[in-house]
C-alpha cells in the first residue's frame, strides 16, 4: 500500500497535518519527514518494537545503529550522561543543525536503536518540520534516512516513496532537503573531537569551535564507525569517480567513450565550469567545482535521476575537499565503491 503522502508548508505548517503523523508515532508506526540534511524515517526511539520497524522497512542491517533526533535540549539528559563540557560547547554552538553527537547512553535507550553499543547519537535538527513534528510526538525520535538500506539518501518526498511504498505509513512531503547531505557524527577521545562521518556540519567549522579535531579516513571509518560498510549511498549505475587534477576533463572524456564503445549508457556528474566540455554525452550540473555547499544539495538528487534513465556508468567529476566537498567526496568514493 502507498504511504500517506502528507504536503506540508515548512514556512507555514499545518499542524493538525503533523498530528496525524504525531498519532502514528505513538502507534508504532513509521512516518518520513523532511530535516534540514535528508529525509529521515522516524519511529518512536523509547519503544523497541517501533525502532525494530525502522530497520524491517529500510532493510537495514542489525549492527547499524539509530540516530536519536530530539526538539529540547533537555531531552537529551534523559538519553544520555557524562556529557563533557566540550560536548556541551559544540551543542551550544551547532544545535539546532547538522551535527549528531555520541555520548554514553542511559537505560532509557533501548538496546536496539544502539545496536548494543554503550553510546547513542543524539541530534536536534533545525529543519522547521523535523523540529515541530518532534516536539508535537513528544517522544525522541529514532530516524535515519528514509531510503532503502545503501541506496542514495532521499533528498525529496519522490525519493522516499520511490524506495520504501508498502513499507511505511506517512510521508511528509516538505520539498527539497536544504543541505542535501546527512549530518556531521562526532564522538570525543578525551579533548580530542573526532569526525566518524563528514556532513553538514563542515571541519573547519568545528575547528573554529573546539581546536583540535580529527577526521577519520575512510577506510579507518570503516573500522572504527558501527554500520558502516564499504558500498554505500549507490546508485544502481556503477559510479566512477574521476580524480581532480589538470587532466580531469581528458580523463572523464577518456572513460566515458570507453564505456559508451562498449554499449554501455552512459552519464556525466560534472562540475559547473566543465559542463560545455561534455556536449555530446548526458551531462548534469553538480555545482561549482570549489562550492561544495551547492554541490552536496544536488548529489544524491543527479544520482538517482540517473538512475531512473536506466544509467550504467555515472562518471563523476571530483571536487575540491574543504567544507562541504569533503562530505560529498566521502559520499561519492562509497557510491563508487572504492572505500575497501
Ligand atoms: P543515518 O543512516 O544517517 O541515520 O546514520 C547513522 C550513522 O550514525 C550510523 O551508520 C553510524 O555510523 C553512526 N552512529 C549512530 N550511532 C552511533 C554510535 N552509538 N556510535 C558511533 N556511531 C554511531
Ligand atoms: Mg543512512
Given amino acids: 500500500m502507498k504511504p500517506r503522502i502528507l504536503k506540508i508548508d515548512p514556512q507555514n505548517i499545518d499542524h493538525d497535518l503533523l498530528k496525524q503523523g504525531v498519532e502514528t508515532i505513538h502507534n508504532r508506526g ?32 542489525l549492527d547499524d545503529p539509530l540516530i536519536v533526533h530530539i ?44 545496536t548494543g553499543l554503550g553510546t547513542v547519537a543524539v ?21 535515519p534516512s528514509a531510503n532503502l538500506f545503501g541506496r542514495p539518501s532521499p533528498t525529496s518526498a519522490k525519493h522516499v516513496v520511490n524506495d520504501l511504498t508498502g513499507r511505511i505509513d506517512i510521508v511528509f512531503d516538505g520539498g527539497k532537503t536544504k543541505i542535501g547531505v ?62 581532480r587534477d589538470s587532466r580531469q576533463v581528458e580523463k572523464a572524456l577518456l572513460t566515458l567513450w570507453e564505456m559508451k564503445s562498449y554499449g554501455l549508457r552512459v552519464g556525466v556528474m560534472a562540475k559547473q565550469e566543465h559542463m560545455e566540455k561534455y556536449k555530446n554525452f548526458d551531462a548534469q550540473v553538480l555545482g561549482p567545482g570549489s562550492d561544495g555547499r551547492t554541490c552536496a544539495t544536488r548529489l544524491f538528487h543527479i544520482l538517482r535521476e540517473f538512475d531512473e534513465k536506466n544509467v550504467d556508468v555515472i562518471v563523476a567529476e571530483a571536487i575540491k575537499e574543504d567544507g562541504l566537498g569533503l562530505a560529498v567526496m566521502n559520499r561519492l568514493r562509497k557510491a563508487s565503491g572504492t572505500v575497501s
Fill in 71 to 114: 526538539s529540547e535540549k533537555e531531552d537529551l539528559y534523559r538519553l544520555a550522561k557524562n556529557i563533557s563540557p566540550l560536548a556541551e560547547k559544540l551543542m551550544s554552538r551547532f544545535w539546532p543543525g547538522p551535527l549528531t553527537i555520541i555520548l554514553e547512553k542511559t537505560d532509557l535507550v533501548p538496546d536496539i536503536v544502539t
Fill in 182 to 243: 546527512e549530518s556531521t557524527v562526532v564522538e570525543f577521545d578525551q579533548d580530542k573531537t573526532i569526525v566518524l562521518r563528514p556532513g553538514g556540519i563542515s571541519v573547519e567549522e568545528l575547528r573554529s569551535i573546539v581546536g583540535e579535531v580529527k577526521v577519520l579516513d575512510e577506510k579507518a571509518e570503516l573500522v572504527s564507525s558501527p554500520g558502516k560498510y564499504p558500498e554505500h549511498y549507490s546508485p544502481e549505475a556503477k559510479v566512477v569517480v574521476i580524480s
Fill in 123 to 143: 541530534r536536534m535538527p533545525s529543519g522547521s518540520i523535523a523540529k515541530k513534528f518532534i516536539s508535537l510526538a513528544g517522544v525522541p525520535i529514532a530516524a
Fill in 30 to 61: 513509521l512516518v518520513a519527514f523532511p530535516t534540514e540534511t535528508v529525509y529521515g524515517l522516524g519511529a518512536n526511539a523509547l519503544d523497541a518494537r517501533a525502532a525494530a520497524g525502522i530497520f524491517e522497512a529500510k532493510k537495514r542491517p
